[in-house]
Protein backbone atom coordinates (compact mmCIF):
# COMPACT_ATOMS: atom_id res chain seq x y z
CA UNK A 1 0.00 0.00 0.00
CA UNK A 2 2.96 2.77 1.09
CA UNK A 3 6.06 2.40 1.18
CA UNK A 4 7.01 4.67 4.80
CA UNK A 5 6.59 3.99 8.58
CA UNK A 6 4.30 6.21 10.22
CA UNK A 7 6.05 5.59 13.31
CA UNK A 8 9.37 6.18 12.53
CA UNK A 9 8.02 9.64 10.78
CA UNK A 10 6.22 10.32 14.36
CA UNK A 11 9.97 9.60 16.01
CA UNK A 12 11.94 11.48 13.63
CA UNK A 13 9.46 14.99 14.70
CA UNK A 14 10.12 14.17 17.78
CA UNK A 15 13.55 14.33 17.83
CA UNK A 16 13.53 17.27 15.99
CA UNK A 17 10.95 19.56 18.68
CA UNK A 18 13.06 22.63 19.09
CA UNK A 19 11.10 22.91 14.53
CA UNK A 20 8.28 21.75 15.78
CA UNK A 21 7.93 24.39 18.30
CA UNK A 22 9.38 26.66 15.87
CA UNK A 23 6.53 26.20 13.66
CA UNK A 24 3.72 26.44 16.22
CA UNK A 25 5.24 29.76 17.21
CA UNK A 26 5.28 31.19 13.98
CA UNK A 27 1.95 29.53 12.47
CA UNK A 28 -0.17 30.08 15.21
CA UNK A 29 1.31 33.72 15.62
CA UNK A 30 0.18 34.45 12.07
CA UNK A 31 -3.43 33.75 13.16
CA UNK A 32 -3.16 35.58 16.01
CA UNK A 33 -2.32 38.44 13.97
CA UNK A 34 -5.02 37.57 11.56
CA UNK A 35 -7.21 37.63 14.62
CA UNK A 36 -5.86 40.69 16.27
CA UNK A 37 -5.68 43.01 12.79
CA UNK A 38 -9.25 42.20 11.64
CA UNK A 39 -10.97 42.34 14.94
CA UNK A 40 -9.02 46.39 14.82
CA UNK A 41 -10.46 46.91 11.16
CA UNK A 42 -13.93 45.42 12.54
CA UNK A 43 -13.45 48.41 15.40
CA UNK A 44 -12.09 51.27 13.57
CA UNK A 45 -15.33 50.33 11.30
CA UNK A 46 -17.55 50.10 13.97
CA UNK A 47 -16.52 53.82 15.05
CA UNK A 48 -17.07 55.01 11.81
CA UNK A 49 -20.18 53.37 11.11
CA UNK A 50 -21.37 55.74 14.51
CA UNK A 51 -21.67 58.45 11.90
CA UNK A 52 -24.20 56.73 9.75
CA UNK A 53 -27.42 54.36 10.07
CA UNK A 54 -27.20 50.11 11.07
CA UNK A 55 -26.85 49.22 7.69
CA UNK A 56 -24.10 51.96 7.30
CA UNK A 57 -22.50 50.45 10.56
CA UNK A 58 -22.62 46.96 9.30
CA UNK A 59 -20.96 47.87 6.33
CA UNK A 60 -18.43 49.56 7.65
CA UNK A 61 -17.49 46.66 10.10
CA UNK A 62 -17.36 44.02 7.59
CA UNK A 63 -15.00 46.87 5.11
CA UNK A 64 -12.96 46.90 7.93
CA UNK A 65 -12.77 43.43 9.61
CA UNK A 66 -12.17 42.37 5.59
CA UNK A 67 -9.26 45.64 5.60
CA UNK A 68 -7.51 43.94 8.10
CA UNK A 69 -7.87 40.66 7.16
CA UNK A 70 -6.22 41.19 3.91
CA UNK A 71 -3.75 43.53 5.13
CA UNK A 72 -2.32 40.48 7.48
CA UNK A 73 -2.97 37.91 4.31
CA UNK A 74 -0.53 40.48 2.32
CA UNK A 75 1.97 40.40 5.21
CA UNK A 76 2.35 36.75 5.08
CA UNK A 77 2.71 37.03 1.41
CA UNK A 78 5.95 39.01 1.96
CA UNK A 79 7.23 36.78 4.59
CA UNK A 80 6.83 33.73 1.96
CA UNK A 81 10.67 33.34 1.25
CA UNK A 82 11.47 33.61 5.09
CA UNK A 83 9.22 31.13 6.01
CA UNK A 84 10.73 28.76 3.01
CA UNK A 85 14.24 29.49 3.84
CA UNK A 86 14.25 29.60 7.77
CA UNK A 87 11.77 27.27 8.72
CA UNK A 88 10.63 24.91 5.81
CA UNK A 89 14.33 24.36 4.33
CA UNK A 90 15.80 24.29 8.19
CA UNK A 91 13.35 21.55 9.60
CA UNK A 92 14.14 19.09 5.96
CA UNK A 93 18.09 20.08 6.92
CA UNK A 94 17.74 18.65 10.24
CA UNK A 95 15.36 15.78 8.97
CA UNK A 96 17.82 14.32 6.29
CA UNK A 97 20.66 14.50 8.81
CA UNK A 98 18.23 12.27 11.05
CA UNK A 99 17.21 10.28 8.13
CA UNK A 100 21.07 9.40 7.08
CA UNK A 101 21.79 8.36 10.72
CA UNK A 102 24.19 11.29 11.68
CA UNK A 103 24.12 12.71 14.82
CA UNK A 104 23.60 16.15 15.65
CA UNK A 105 25.91 18.55 17.33
CA UNK A 106 25.80 18.36 21.18
CA UNK A 107 27.21 22.37 21.00
CA UNK A 108 24.88 23.79 18.19
CA UNK A 109 21.34 24.55 19.02
CA UNK A 110 19.26 22.50 16.08
CA UNK A 111 18.01 25.72 14.70
CA UNK A 112 21.11 27.17 14.12
CA UNK A 113 22.98 23.93 12.70
CA UNK A 114 20.19 23.78 10.24
CA UNK A 115 20.76 27.32 9.07
CA UNK A 116 24.06 26.65 8.30
CA UNK A 117 23.27 23.73 6.17
CA UNK A 118 20.92 25.68 4.30
CA UNK A 119 22.82 28.87 3.95
CA UNK A 120 25.81 26.37 2.25
CA UNK A 121 23.41 24.69 0.07
CA UNK A 122 21.65 28.13 -1.03
CA UNK A 123 23.28 31.59 -0.39
CA UNK A 124 20.40 33.41 -0.42
CA UNK A 125 16.84 32.95 0.37
CA UNK A 126 15.97 34.27 -2.90
CA UNK A 127 17.91 31.46 -4.46
CA UNK A 128 16.15 29.08 -2.76
CA UNK A 129 12.51 30.40 -3.39
CA UNK A 130 13.92 30.77 -7.02
CA UNK A 131 14.65 26.95 -7.26
CA UNK A 132 11.52 26.13 -4.88
CA UNK A 133 9.62 27.79 -7.61
CA UNK A 134 11.15 25.72 -10.90
CA UNK A 135 10.81 22.55 -8.92
CA UNK A 136 6.95 23.40 -8.48
CA UNK A 137 6.59 24.08 -12.09
CA UNK A 138 8.48 21.04 -13.52
CA UNK A 139 6.19 18.81 -10.65
CA UNK A 140 3.16 19.99 -12.41
CA UNK A 141 4.49 18.98 -15.59
CA UNK A 142 5.41 15.37 -14.50
CA UNK A 143 1.80 15.25 -13.49
CA UNK A 144 -0.14 16.55 -16.42
CA UNK A 145 2.35 13.65 -18.03
CA UNK A 146 1.25 10.73 -15.88
CA UNK A 147 -2.03 12.11 -16.51
CA UNK A 148 -1.84 12.08 -20.19
CA UNK A 149 -0.76 8.65 -20.31
CA UNK A 150 -3.57 7.85 -18.21
CA UNK A 151 -5.83 9.21 -20.80
CA UNK A 152 -5.01 7.37 -23.54
CA UNK A 153 -6.11 4.28 -21.74
CA UNK A 154 -9.38 2.41 -23.64
CA UNK A 155 -11.33 2.29 -20.55
CA UNK A 156 -14.60 3.24 -19.96
CA UNK A 157 -15.78 6.23 -17.71
CA UNK A 158 -12.16 7.43 -17.88
CA UNK A 159 -13.16 10.70 -18.48
CA UNK A 160 -14.86 11.50 -15.19
CA UNK A 161 -12.52 9.52 -13.09
CA UNK A 162 -9.67 11.57 -14.74
CA UNK A 163 -11.37 14.66 -13.66
CA UNK A 164 -11.47 14.08 -10.46
CA UNK A 165 -7.76 11.86 -10.38
CA UNK A 166 -6.26 15.49 -11.89
CA UNK A 167 -7.47 17.14 -8.97
CA UNK A 168 -6.77 15.11 -6.38
CA UNK A 169 -2.75 14.96 -7.83
CA UNK A 170 -2.63 19.01 -7.75
CA UNK A 171 -2.93 18.33 -3.88
CA UNK A 172 -0.99 15.42 -3.53
CA UNK A 173 2.16 17.08 -5.90
CA UNK A 174 2.31 19.92 -2.76
CA UNK A 175 3.88 17.51 -0.60
CA UNK A 176 6.64 16.82 -2.98
CA UNK A 177 8.80 19.55 -4.02
CA UNK A 178 9.95 20.01 -0.18
CA UNK A 179 10.95 16.43 -1.04
CA UNK A 180 13.01 18.06 -4.07
CA UNK A 181 14.50 19.91 -1.64
CA UNK A 182 15.59 17.84 0.70
CA UNK A 183 17.23 16.08 -2.17
CA UNK A 184 19.43 19.10 -3.01
CA UNK A 185 20.16 19.25 0.74
CA UNK A 186 21.30 15.43 1.17
CA UNK A 187 23.87 15.75 -2.19
CA UNK A 188 25.85 18.67 -0.52
CA UNK A 189 26.50 20.33 -4.11
CA UNK A 190 27.70 23.68 -4.49
CA UNK A 191 24.91 23.27 -7.55
CA UNK A 192 21.48 23.45 -6.46
CA UNK A 193 20.27 23.58 -9.71
CA UNK A 194 22.15 20.97 -11.34
CA UNK A 195 20.61 19.30 -8.13
CA UNK A 196 17.50 20.07 -8.61
CA UNK A 197 17.25 18.57 -12.13
CA UNK A 198 18.82 15.27 -11.11
CA UNK A 199 16.07 15.31 -7.90
CA UNK A 200 13.34 15.97 -10.81
CA UNK A 201 14.72 13.22 -13.37
CA UNK A 202 14.71 10.52 -10.19
CA UNK A 203 11.12 11.49 -9.94
CA UNK A 204 10.08 11.29 -12.84
CA UNK A 205 11.43 7.66 -12.97
CA UNK A 206 9.50 6.80 -10.09
CA UNK A 207 6.46 9.03 -10.29
CA UNK A 208 4.02 5.97 -10.11
CA UNK A 209 5.33 5.20 -6.69
CA UNK A 210 5.83 8.74 -5.13
CA UNK A 211 2.39 9.87 -6.27
CA UNK A 212 0.80 6.64 -4.79
CA UNK A 213 2.43 7.23 -1.63
CA UNK A 214 1.72 11.06 -1.77
CA UNK A 215 -2.05 10.31 -2.20
CA UNK A 216 -2.74 8.17 0.94
CA UNK A 217 -0.74 10.76 2.96
CA UNK A 218 -3.22 13.58 1.26
CA UNK A 219 -6.46 11.73 2.23
CA UNK A 220 -4.55 11.84 5.67
CA UNK A 221 -3.74 15.31 5.94
CA UNK A 222 -6.74 16.59 4.59
CA UNK A 223 -8.77 14.46 7.01
CA UNK A 224 -7.08 15.58 9.83
CA UNK A 225 -7.33 19.27 8.88
CA UNK A 226 -11.39 18.85 7.82
CA UNK A 227 -11.78 17.44 11.70
CA UNK A 228 -9.45 20.47 13.38
CA UNK A 229 -11.98 22.97 11.75
CA UNK A 230 -14.60 21.19 12.43
CA UNK A 231 -13.71 21.44 15.90
CA UNK A 232 -12.67 24.51 15.53
CA UNK A 233 -15.97 26.50 14.17
CA UNK A 234 -17.61 26.61 17.77
CA UNK A 235 -14.36 28.55 19.99
CA UNK A 236 -14.25 30.42 16.42
CA UNK A 237 -17.47 32.30 16.63
CA UNK A 238 -17.05 32.41 20.38
CA UNK A 239 -14.19 34.28 19.93
CA UNK A 240 -15.64 36.39 17.62
CA UNK A 241 -18.51 37.41 19.80
CA UNK A 242 -16.11 39.54 21.41
CA UNK A 243 -15.49 42.18 17.84
CA UNK A 244 -17.80 44.66 17.39
CA UNK A 245 -21.02 43.97 15.13
CA UNK A 246 -21.89 40.77 13.46
CA UNK A 247 -19.24 39.17 11.13
CA UNK A 248 -21.32 36.11 9.67
CA UNK A 249 -18.05 34.49 7.66
CA UNK A 250 -15.58 35.64 10.67
CA UNK A 251 -16.21 32.18 12.65
CA UNK A 252 -15.59 29.98 9.55
CA UNK A 253 -12.48 31.93 8.27
CA UNK A 254 -10.93 31.58 11.87
CA UNK A 255 -11.77 28.01 11.93
CA UNK A 256 -10.33 27.57 8.49
CA UNK A 257 -7.12 29.68 9.69
CA UNK A 258 -6.74 27.58 12.87
CA UNK A 259 -6.89 24.47 10.59
CA UNK A 260 -4.23 25.79 8.00
CA UNK A 261 -2.02 26.96 11.09
CA UNK A 262 -2.28 22.98 12.92
CA UNK A 263 -1.84 21.34 9.43
CA UNK A 264 1.14 24.00 8.26
CA UNK A 265 2.82 23.56 11.77
CA UNK A 266 2.33 20.06 12.61
CA UNK A 267 0.60 17.69 10.20
CA UNK A 268 2.64 18.85 6.87
CA UNK A 269 5.83 17.91 8.46
CA UNK A 270 4.84 14.87 9.08
CA UNK A 271 3.66 13.81 5.70
CA UNK A 272 6.47 15.76 4.13
CA UNK A 273 9.21 13.35 6.69
CA UNK A 274 7.03 9.96 5.39
CA UNK A 275 7.54 11.31 1.84
CA UNK A 276 11.74 11.86 2.03
CA UNK A 277 11.35 8.14 3.49
CA UNK A 278 9.77 7.08 0.16
CA UNK A 279 12.35 9.05 -1.96
CA UNK A 280 15.00 8.33 -0.67
CA UNK A 281 14.27 4.73 -0.45
CA UNK A 282 13.44 4.45 -3.74
CA UNK A 283 15.79 6.39 -5.41
CA UNK A 284 18.69 4.33 -3.72
CA UNK A 285 21.10 2.82 -5.96
CA UNK A 286 19.52 4.85 -9.12
CA UNK A 287 21.11 7.13 -11.63
CA UNK A 288 19.20 9.73 -13.66
CA UNK A 289 17.77 8.37 -17.13
CA UNK A 290 19.17 10.81 -19.89
CA UNK A 291 15.60 9.48 -21.63
CA UNK A 292 13.71 11.17 -18.44
CA UNK A 293 15.91 14.07 -18.84
CA UNK A 294 15.47 14.38 -22.45
CA UNK A 295 11.54 14.14 -21.92
CA UNK A 296 11.26 16.69 -19.16
CA UNK A 297 13.43 19.00 -21.67
CA UNK A 298 10.91 18.64 -24.00
CA UNK A 299 8.03 18.94 -21.91
CA UNK A 300 9.40 21.78 -19.31
CA UNK A 301 10.33 25.00 -19.78
CA UNK A 302 10.91 25.32 -16.04
CA UNK A 303 13.07 22.04 -16.24
CA UNK A 304 14.94 24.04 -19.26
CA UNK A 305 15.77 26.82 -16.90
CA UNK A 306 16.91 24.75 -14.58
CA UNK A 307 19.18 23.24 -16.64
CA UNK A 308 20.20 26.48 -17.79
CA UNK A 309 21.34 27.89 -14.41
CA UNK A 310 22.81 25.09 -13.44
CA UNK A 311 25.28 25.54 -16.68
CA UNK A 312 25.59 29.45 -15.97
CA UNK A 313 26.18 28.74 -11.83
CA UNK A 314 28.83 25.62 -13.25
CA UNK A 315 30.54 27.91 -15.28
CA UNK A 316 30.94 31.04 -12.58
Given at each position: ??????????????????????????????????????????????????????????????????????????????????????????????????????????????????????ANRFAEASVLFAVDQLIKGVLTAITGLVQGIAAILPLPGLDQLMSLIRAFLRIAVGFIDEVMLAYIIRTRSPNPWQSAQSALVLYGQNAGTMLRNAAFLTVIVYGLSIAVFLVMLAPAAALLYWIPGSWTSGGFLLALIFAWAVKAALIEPFAITCMMQVFFRTIEGQSPNPEWEAKLSQISGKFRKLKENAGLAAAA
Open positions: MWNFSISRSLGLMARTAPFIALRIAIYFGIVIAYVLVTSTGAGIGWGIGGLGDENFRANSIFIGGLAGFCMTAGALYLMREYILYAVKAGHIAVLVELLDGRPLPDNQGQIQYARGIV
